[in-house]
């Protein structure tokens, strides 16, 4: 079943580093770019960057430079996203989401992962 | 970056209605056009890319138009699955932001 699973909730405490990953199944992760889109409770979707799998390049919102790094390991068929320097706003529900290519939107969605930071 | 404006914010319809749903894009997009649906707790269903395919497995009352700055999706005969918020996203550049959404509830 082609599916993106991610890796369950986390807890960070401000200024900590969290990171997220995100498996591909019953594709070639390397024939679709992955994007991260977070969702703060109660509000909507914010794209942070997107990762081409096949060459390892990335490119990320202007709100996120300097705290975010997106990664791919093609071994695994896993993408990754790390934020540093976690403040409470980025308290959110955090999707991994792939995309043939501009035109094409995002046709296949993780399932979502929480990160809460609380002191 | 380019700004994504849905409208309206909510909307509440009965079932078997026709709605119609409204994106305006800052600038022009062409046809790099979105259309998502959304649950609360669940990820988002993706419906509608390039303006106006749907994406597999999606019923056909669901169809969108429009290019340049000016979008919309319409659901005629509204079913119960389809309250939902709704959001349009732009994919012509990055970073490829999202509309607010729209808030289809029960009337």
């Known amino acids: 079943q082609v599916q993106l699973v991610q890796s369950g909730a986390e807890v960070k405490k401000p200024g900590a580093s969290v990171k997220v990953s995100c498996k591909a199944s019953a594709y070639t992760l390397t024939s679709y770019y992955m994007h991260w889109v977070r969702q703060a409770p109660g509000q909507g979707l914010e794209w942070m960057g997107i990762?081409?799998?096949?060459?390892?390049?990335?490119s990320y919102a202007q709100k996120f430079q300097g705290r975010v790094t997106m990664t791919r390991d093609t071994s695994t068929s896993t993408v990754s996203l790390e934020l540093s320097s976690l403040r409470s706003e980025d308290t959110a529900v955090y999707y991994c989401?792939?995309?043939?290519?501009?035109?094409?939107?995002?046709?296949?969605w993780g399932q979502g992962t929480l990160v809460t930071v609380s002191s | 970056d380019i700004q994504m404006t849905q409208s309206p914010s909510s909307l509440s319809a009965s079932v078997g209605d026709r709605v119609t749903l409204t994106c305006r894009a800052s600038?022009?997009?062409?046809?790099?056009l979105n259309w998502y649906q959304q649950k609360p707790g669940k990820a988002p269903k993706p419906l509608i890319y390039?303006?106006?395919t749907l994406q597999s497995g999606v019923p056909s009352r669901f169809s969108g138009s429009g290019s340049g700055t000016d979008f919309t999706l319409t659901i005629t005969s509204l079913q119960p699955e389809d309250f939902a918020t709704y959001y349009c996203q732009q994919s012509y550049s990055t970073p490829y932001t999202f509309g607010q959404g729209t808030r289809l509830e029960i009337k």
């Open positions: 989401a792939r995309s043939e290519g501009g035109f094409w939107g995002f046709d296949l």
């Open positions: 990762v081409n799998p096949s060459t390892g390049s990335t």
């Open positions: 390039g303006a106006s």
């Open positions: 600038q022009s997009i062409s046809r790099y």
